[in-house]
């Protein structure tokens, strides 16, 4: 079992930066890839990065490429997800989530653990 806790989200102006958190308990933290996910209202949840146990494989949707930074630290059982120059429509609660594939997932099928989410709101 992991338990996964987000953290981070909050109001910011269209231009504006967030970092998100998310810490992990339970089983060993590196052994799991991590993906970031969002869900805007009446959408499905989509992928939005994820990062292998390592670090060394990182993975992002084409709407955040450039603007979004995935990371971890393993001594810290902590994956963060930097958002900068953030737009109206990054408007969602986040959600992290942990699988044990090589490499990060962008299905959401294929990850085991969830967490509760974090909002993030961008006003134009």
């Known amino acids: 079992q992991v338990q996964l806790v987000e953290s981070g989200g909050g109001l910011v102006q269209a231009g504006g930066s967030l970092r998100l958190s998310c810490a992990a308990s339970g089983r060993t933290f590196s052994d799991y890839a991590m993906g970031w996910f969002r869900q805007a209202p009446g959408k499905e949840r989509e992928f939005v990065a994820g990062?292998?146990?390592?670090?060394?494989?990182?993975y992002y949707a084409d709407s955040v490429k450039g603007r979004f930074t995935i990371s971890r630290d393993n001594a810290k059982n902590t994956v963060y997800l930097q958002m900068n120059s953030l737009k109206p429509e990054d408007t969602a609660v986040y959600y992290c989530?942990?699988?044990?594939?090589?490499?990060?997932?962008?299905?959401?099928?294929?990850?085991?653990?969830w967490g509760q989410g974090t909002q993030v709101t961008v006003s134009s």
């Open positions: 990062i292998s146990w390592g670090g060394r494989i990182t």
């Open positions: 989530a942990s699988s044990r594939a090589t490499a990060p997932p962008r299905r959401t099928s294929l990850y085991a653990y």
